[in-house]
């Protein structure tokens, strides 16, 4: 085996790069995308279920005597074409998982020991192999399925091995030498010792459970005790309990002597997360990975992790790949959250990779949401995930009356103003009676675009997209490329002085509040008033506290937040994602209006008398019929029958190919000549190639971007094809000068 393996080196990167991961398990499928099985009982797949074991590995060499050939991946970017693993000879056999430095080229690299050592006939000839560096043994090897892990990251959507698995890891720890990581691991185990009397501190007593929780935990242990446990689409109504459930699951896994992932979209939503599960567990069994941390304080967080200290990880999407040697749990909160999709780099989604790793590591993974996406409530339907509903609100608390406002009613002169009569009739009503309302505008800054009747706009020089009026400071600010200037004060074409808003964001309709309620206490929250550290905090806090009367934000206040006393929550006008030609648009309004409306009547006092608005000109729509009697389920359906029919997912696989370049020209003829690239291939029957399109915003920051659709009934089909592909279109660029970059885009979610 090490020598056939030795001997494609350099042939197909990514046949190459499938084959290499020899030492996973045994069964390792020669293509790993033709395992259809796995495929098939599985959202993303194509390793075999069985669990590696680095255990049995016989090194097989006399270590001794004999220099020892080990293969090293290296964090080489996708177009050097260093894409699978390297070879490098070592004195000793290293196992795999061990962080190292080599040199590559004049530099010198952290790299990871990928696969066992292979013997060699004799010892390397001077020159042939260069040695490892520094062996980092002080920290223990990355496990088996971690390295089986980030290579399907890398092999799934399309990137380098070394890339993926070295862009996981703290950035810290790279720049370590063995002797630091030594110090370091000193440390937390002197600290550890330290603390050692508090670790048996009781945990915190456990809520009673509902009877809906109660069946959730139950079918999740009977899963359980099946020794593969499917995915578990725990969907609960907003208030219905789910975080209970997620806390009373860990702590079973954690009763078992495991360690338990839990993710969440935000770093926003963490603190209110963690302070859950720390009144429950203890703060010290716990640690927090996200890119809010000083790199200090996340690789502390990862070694604890690592090393098996904590028992708990809280995280937003990269604490996917936390190095976890007891895990024994995954919980995905939000499954359905578009943040648990990387946009760079390897543009992975953490909610497919933890239900990939819960099946690796034959973990349950546990999904919770109000509003499934499409994609795991398709596979509930199919039966690959156990679905575990809970309709019932804790405390007999019933959902907000949702009413839709028909803006076509509305006499002309308050046709086109954000707050209708009887809104702000509705908004005094709940500020006489001490109550607090939430309105929606998912728009910040005052206004979206300028313009003089002369005809000239606030566009941005250097995007295809207007620059925003923030009022605040005064500034046209594009919030595609950031360009910002002060607002001119007389047209810049004309020289008119009386330039006008056109349209609204939160800040103009906290103006307006302002001025229609006299004495009403209104407050902000959106990306703007929460700049600086600390001050999203102090808004919630006084919201909580009880003195803000109207709050106005952006989607971030609809998110998660235990808010007590709001009984009244208005979408102002969410009608543009209706007819977006993002196809999944209505999913993610029907969700963050299905989440805003959980802000109301959390407190089940006021639950009765709690309403949410929509204020629409488009009341007849599906998606408001459904979302006026909360039924999910009902748009689920109507929107999986919209993409059956049309071919899109669930129903099919895509693969976004994006070209930046300094002209469209440029970025279209890369995309035409990878088009006509993949024509040539084997695998193409299996797939749709579209023509190249710009997309919604085509030049940001000088630079023009077009795209190209991939689409096929197969996921291994496209795999198959993108695999053969990509190598390709490394060759390619190199002919097309102008192109500045280029990306695949596997599962995009954006279209
Ligand atoms: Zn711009
Ligand atoms: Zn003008």
């Keep these: 085996m090490p020598r056939k393996r030795a001997k494609q080196r350099r042939t197909n990167p990514i046949k190459q790069l499938a084959h290499s991961s020899a030492g996973f398990p045994q069964s390792y499928p020669q293509e790993p995308w033709t395992n259809r099985k796995a495929f098939s009982n599985h959202g993303l797949s194509g390793f075999p279920s069985s669990s ?13 005597s004999a220099a020892i050939r080990v293969r090293v991946v290296v964090d080489a970017p996708q177009y050097s074409g260093l894409i699978g693993p390297l070879d490098y000879s070592s004195e000793r056999p290293l196992a795999p998982g061990t962080l190292v430095r080599v040199p590559l080229g004049r530099r010198e ?46 092999a799934y959507y399309q990137r380098g091995v070394g890339e993926t698995a070295l862009s996981v890891l703290p950035p810290e720890l790279r720049k370590l030498g063995n002797a630091d990581v030594a110090k370091r691991l000193g440390r937390l185990e002197k600290k550890r010792a330290q603390a050692g009397e508090q670790t048996n501190q009781p945990t915190g007593p456990a809520a009673a459970l509902t009877p809906e929780q109660q069946a959730a935990l139950d079918a999740l242990a009977a899963a359980q005790a099946g020794g593969e446990p499917p995915p578990v689409l725990l969907y609960g109504v907003t208030g219905s309990g789910k975080t209970e459930v997620y806390l009373q699951a860990a702590e079973r896994a954690l009763a078992a002597g495991r360690q338990v992932l839990v993710l969440v979209p935000e770093i926003n939503l963490t603190p209110q997360l963690q302070a859950r599960f720390a009144d429950r567990f203890g703060a010290h069994r716990l640690v927090a990975l996200h890119s809010g941390l000083t790199p200090a304080q996340r690789l502390g967080n990862w070694l604890k992790a690592h090393l098996g200290h904590a028992d708990l990880v809280l995280g937003t999407r990269l604490a996917v790949f936390t190095s976890l040697p007891r895990l024994g749990l995954i919980v995905v909160d ?38 499934p996406s499409l994609e795991s409530w398709h596979r509930a339907d199919e039966g690959r995930y156990l679905r575990l509903p809970m309709r019932e609100r804790i405390g007999g608390g019933v959902l907000p009356q949702v009413r ?82 002060r607002v001119p004060r007389a047209c810049p ?78 979408a102002i006008n969410p009608d543009g994602a209706l007819f977006s030609s993002d196809f999944r648009a209505p999913e993610r309004l029907f969700s963050l209006l299905m989440q805003a409306a959980g802000r109301a009547g959390r ?14 000109w488009n009341p007849q729509h599906a998606l408001y019929t459904a979302l006026r009697k909360h039924d999910f389920e009902a748009f689920a359906a109507s929107q999986l029958a919209e993409r059956r029919s049309a071919g899109l997912p669930p129903y099919a696989s895509l693969a976004l190919l994006r070209a930046e370049a300094r002209s469209a020209d440029d970025a279209t003829a890369f995309l035409q000549a990878a088009s006509d690239l993949a024509r040539e291939l084997a695998g193409i029957d299996a797939v749709m190639l579209y023509p190249p399109v710009p997309p919604t915003i085509a030049r940001i920051a000088n630079v023009e971007r077009m795209q190209m659709l991939v689409e096929s009934d197969s996921r291994i089909g496209l795999q198959r094809l993108l695999a053969a592909w990509l190598p390709q279109l490394h060759v390619l660029r190199s002919q097309h000068r102008g192109v500045l970059r280029w990306a695949v885009d596997v599962d995009p979610l954006a279209i």
């Design 603 to 616: 407190d089940a006092t006021q639950a009765g008398r709690s309403e949410m608005w929509v204020q629409t």
């Design 493 to 570: 074409d004309c020289g008119n002085l009386d330039i006008q808003p056109i349209g609204r964001g939160t800040e103009r309709l906290e103006e307006q509040l302002i001025e229609a309620l006299p004495g009403a206490r209104v407050a902000r929250i959106d990306a703007d008033s929460t700049k600086h550290k600390g001050a999203l905090e102090a808004q919630l806090n006084a919201v909580h506290a009880g003195e803000v009367d109207v709050l106005v934000g952006t989607q971030m206040i609809a998110k998660g937040h235990d808010f007590r006393r709001i009984t009244l929550v208005a």
């Design 334 to 371: 939000e499954e359905h959250d578009p943040s648990y999709k990387q946009q760079e780099g390897a543009r992975y989604s953490a909610r497919d990779l933890s239900v990939y790793r819960g099946r690796l590591e034959r973990v349950p993974v546990l999904l919770g949401s109000a509003t």
């Design 109 to 154: 690299v952290v790299g990871l020991v990928w696969t066992e050592a292979a013997a060699m006939a004799s010892a390397p000839h001077e020159g042939e192999l260069r040695a490892i560096t520094e062996v980092l043994d002080a920290l223990p090897p990355l496990g088996p399925s971690w390295l089986a892990l980030t290579e399907f990251t890398a």
């Design 404 to 485: 839709l406002f028909d803006m076509n009613q509305l006499p002309r002169q308050h046709g086109g103003s954000a707050l209708s009569p009887p809104l702000l009739q509705a908004l005094q009503q709940r500020i006489a009676a001490g109550e607090q309302s939430l309105l929606l505008l998912n728009r910040r800054g005052y206004a979206p675009v300028l313009h003089c009747p002369c005809g000239w706009k606030s566009g941005c020089p250097h995007c295809s997209a207007w620059r925003v009026f923030h009022k605040g400071d005064r500034s046209l600010r594009c919030h595609h490329c950031g360009f910002s200037e």
């Design 52 to 64: 590696p074991g680095a255990s049995d590995r016989k090194y097989g060499v006399d270590a001794l």
